[in-house]
């Protein structure tokens, strides 16, 4: 049993072009990876859970959505800065990253947010939809 997406993505990418064999590149994944974890999935993924499952919008919800907002826009700030002078997110070819970081920016919209001010990470989503075995998300 291995519970955590980080340490399955990693362990699926063993062997593959999408686990770099250089230390410092592999060092570069990780960061990206925990970035989505503590900054992406906490942020991005709750309005549209709130919107899919119907759930009230109480003064403390309301507020704690404005926080979400804030906080998620910074980190789609960081993707889009990076995204504009990179075309992925370690190296010169995707990785275990652009994969890990995909999924919470292409639903988003989905939350409420609008991806209309990050073109570089726009240009980045339609690349990634492009590899080879790609399957859309749910």
Same mark, same amino acid.
């Given at each position: 049993?291995?519970?955590?997406?980080?340490?399955?993505?990693?362990?699926?990418?063993?062997?593959?072009?999408?686990?770099? $064999?250089?230390?410092?590149? %592999?060092?570069?994944? =990780?960061?990206?990876? /925990?970035?989505?974890? *503590?900054?992406? !999935?906490?942020?991005?993924?709750?309005?549209?859970?709130?919107?899919?499952?119907?759930? $009230?919008?109480?003064?403390? %919800?309301?507020?704690? =959505?404005?926080?979400? /907002?804030?906080?998620? *826009?910074?980190? !789609?700030?960081?993707?889009?800065?990076?995204?504009?002078?990179?075309?992925?997110?370690?190296?010169?070819?995707?990785?275990?990253?652009?994969?890990?970081?995909?999924?919470?920016?292409?639903?988003?919209?989905?939350?409420?947010?609008?991806?209309?001010?990050?073109?570089?990470?726009?240009?980045?989503?339609?690349?990634?939809?492009?590899?080879?075995?790609?399957?859309?998300?749910?």
């Amino acid at each position: 049993m291995l519970p955590e997406s980080g340490a399955i993505l990693s362990y699926l990418a063993e062997d593959t072009p999408y686990l770099p $064999e250089e230390k410092l590149e %592999r060092a570069q994944v =990780l960061r990206w990876m /925990f970035f989505e974890q *503590y900054s992406l !999935l906490l942020n991005l993924s709750r309005p549209r859970l709130w919107r899919m499952w119907g759930i $009230e919008m109480t003064t403390q %919800r309301k507020v704690e =959505l404005e926080q979400l /907002f804030e906080q998620g *826009y910074m980190a !789609l700030g960081v993707m889009e800065r990076h995204l504009g002078e990179h075309e992925v997110f370690v190296g010169e070819r995707p990785t275990v990253a652009d994969v890990a970081l995909y999924v919470y920016p292409c639903l988003c919209p989905e939350g409420g947010y609008d991806l209309g001010g990050f073109p570089a990470l726009g240009a980045w989503l339609e690349r990634i939809a492009t590899l080879p075995g790609y399957v859309p998300p749910p």
